[in-house]
């Protein structure tokens, strides 16, 4: 495999150093540069261009959102945000994501050495699919927003718990997916009007950024995009996100669906995983289920989403030419998990043909 050349940018040493240290353990990784803001890191990329970048967002002089959207406008580059496990950092990391990033690592704001040194198979694994990342289908700025129709108030709590095997014919939606996934979610959830089946997702995303990705996507969308908790019900015109750092599973009671969030290990590499979803979609909706799996590297849901197939679900897989990393939908075509792939601005189409 071709060796990826890395660029730090982040205005503390420390990290600046411990994130070198941790990257050049990796020997198809190699740090050509370590630089303390944007304008000393546009001086090194006129010396040689990275293939990747790691990329801080608070930052003296500029700030990293602006020279991600001069870098995305001037010369599309892979990369990896680096940001502090704050509210404020993950509404800064969502307009990072917008502007074109491909993923993020966090850090804390205190012990960072410690922190990124247990993280370093998390670093290195986001360095090297933001490598493969393809960067003709990422889009620099904000898509306009649609107009969001009047949100729906059912209520999102189910008192009963129990698992009752009553018939249903309530369709919904399962969909997974990880690097790349936040734009593409962003395509397909701002396609669907307002009556559309229920859909259940997995991001790919660590935990407090998927509370402001969802809030980001409920303000643009026509849909209501939540994230999720225990009990909420999986509804028409409704969107429920795993929240980051625990499992959801689809259950149902009665006749109605709702999830369930759990803590758990580490499944796929992930947690929240797609797996874990889309095994509890074919276990508890079976043939009443619609499964796509999207951009991603690695084989997260691939194993899932044949498990829905066999259960009567209908799969699709977002094709190769529009994918950011085509790991995921690759690996589930693979193993006959997909009936077939479709373009990214298909899917939107897909689910309401579907509902």
Known sequence: MKTINVLVVDDSATVRQVMTDLLKKDPEIRVIGAASDPLFAMEHMKKQWPDVVTLDVEMPRMDGISFLRHLMATHPTP???????TEKGAETTMQALAAGAVSIVTKPQLGVKKFLEDSSSQLIEAVKAAAQANMKCMKGGTPPAVPVAQKLTADAVLSASTHAMAQTTDRLVAIGTSTGGTQALEVVLTGIPRVCPGI???QHMPEKFTAA???RLNSICQIEVLEAKTGDRVIPGRALIAPG??????KRSGAQYHVEVVEGPLVNRHRPSVDVLFRSVAK???????????TGMGDDGAAGLLEMRQAGARTVGQN???????GMPKEAMKRGATEREIPLTSISHEILAYG
Do not use: D, K, P, Q
């Open 245 to 250: 750092g625990r499992h959801m599973l689809l």
């Open 213 to 215: 990705f969802a809030e």
């Open 284 to 294: 508890f909706a079976g043939r009443n289920a619609l499964g796509i799996i999207m």
């Open 320 to 326: 190769e030419a529009t994918c950011v990393v085509y």
């Open 200 to 202: 259940v997702i997995v």
């Open 79 to 85: 990369v990896v945000i680096c940001s502090s496990l």
